[in-house]
């Protein structure tokens, strides 16, 4: 089992930016993917970012396509969530999630997939 270390969010006005960012407590050779996932109140935990490890290959969802960007450093072992021109329905709790599934780049939204995942951080945008 691999420990994911969340960090950043909190709030922020409409059209503001926030940094996510996570990383595994030890180095974890046979994590494949990264990803980011959130869930709003009374809603699905839905994918909203993904990053291949091995290629870098990502994965962002049409919903924040164009405002939001998954990056990774890997001297750092650490993954980014970029989030420009935030949105009211942004906001979310994000959790960072990890897989070592091979099929998790051609499905990155699985969450079966994804066996390891942070504590979550609350993302609030007002308007």
């Known amino acids: 089992q691999v420990q994911l270390v969340q960090s950043g969010g909190g709030s922020v006005q409409a059209g503001g930016s926030l940094t996510l960012s996570c990383a595994p407590t030890t180095y974890s050779p046979s994590i494949r993917c990264m990803g980011w996932f959130r869930q709003a109140p009374g809603e699905e935990r839905e994918g909203v970012a993904n990053i291949y490890i091995g290629s870098a290959t990502t994965y962002v969802a049409d919903s924040v396509k164009g405002r939001f960007t998954i990056s990774q450093d890997s001297a750092k072992n650490t993954v980014y969530l970029q989030m420009n021109r935030l949105k009211p329905n942004d906001t979310a709790m994000y959790y960072c999630?990890?897989?070592?599934?091979?099929?998790?780049?051609?499905?990155?939204?699985?969450?079966?997939?994804?066996?390891?995942w942070g504590q979550g951080t609350q993302v609030t945008v007002s308007s």
């Open positions: 999630a990890a897989s070592n599934v091979y099929y998790c780049r051609l499905d990155p939204t699985k969450k079966a997939y994804f066996g390891n």
